[in-house]
Every structure is written in structure tokens, then in C-alpha cells.
């Protein structure tokens, strides 16, 4: 059973830094593809960022790369999303989601998702 909560949403200025955190209460979160998306208002789901089981491969979103950082620490079943330079443009609901397969941009949805927490940067 994989039940994700996020935290570490809130308001920030344009240019400034959050860090999202993401717990699987489950107890194999290690087998899980991990990966964060967002929903701004009236706009669809969007893929963010996606990090494989063991954390070395990694996968961004062109809106974020170079600002936007996903991590993980399987020891905490954990995932992070460390966002810097924020933009007016990043606000929306960000959730964060688990695949025992993969998680890309392109593909079938992940099969957990987190229930989300607001990001809002003002200008």
C-alpha cells in the first residue's frame, strides 16, 4: 500500500525558494518510481520531475530544469523537490506520485498520487 502526503507548500516572491517534501507511509517505497506534477488554475496536470528507485537517474520538465531539483532518501521514504528562482508561472497544486514502472512525461498516469499542496509565487 503506498499513501503519499506532501508537505512544504506556501508563498513565496518571484525569485525566491521552497522545498517540497513527499512520505510513503508504505513499506517499499524503494521499489517505487517517484516523480512530482502540478496543476496550475484551468491548466491540465502537468509531469515536473521524475527520480528512479535508487536516485541516480533523473528526469525535468524543459519549464524547470537548471532551477528545479528532485531527490530522494529511501532510508526516510522520502522524496523532495527543491525549487529555486521561482516564477509568477510555477503556482499551481503540486503533487507528488508513485509508479511501480516509470513516470514520464508522455506516458499513462502514475498509479499513487499525494493529495497536494499550494505553491503560490507572487510577482
Known amino acids: 500500500q503506498v499513501q503519499l502526503v506532501e508537505s512544504g507548500g506556501g508563498l513565496v516572491q518571484t525569485g525566491g525558494s521552497l522545498r517540497l517534501s513527499c512520505e510513503d507511509s508504505?513499506?517499499?517505497?524503494?521499489?517505487?518510481?517517484m516523480g512530482w506534477f502540478r496543476q496550475a488554475p484551468g491548466k491540465e496536470r502537468e509531469f515536473v520531475a521524475s527520480?528512479?528507485?535508487?536516485?541516480?537517474?533523473?528526469d525535468y520538465a524543459d519549464s524547470v530544469k537548471g532551477r528545479f531539483t528532485i531527490s530522494r532518501d529511501n532510508a526516510k521514504n522520502t522524496v523532495y523537490l527543491q525549487m529555486n528562482s521561482l516564477k509568477p508561472e510555477d503556482t499551481a497544486i503540486y503533487y507528488c506520485?508513485?509508479?511501480?514502472?516509470?513516470?514520464?512525461?508522455?506516458?499513462?498516469?502514475?498509479?499513487?498520487w499525494g493529495q497536494g499542496t499550494q505553491v503560490t509565487v507572487s510577482s
Open positions: 506520485a508513485a509508479d511501480i514502472l516509470r513516470i514520464t512525461g508522455r506516458g499513462p498516469p502514475p498509479d499513487y
Open positions: 508504505g513499506r517499499i517505497f524503494s521499489s517505487y518510481v
Open positions: 527520480i528512479r528507485r535508487s536516485g541516480g537517474i533523473t
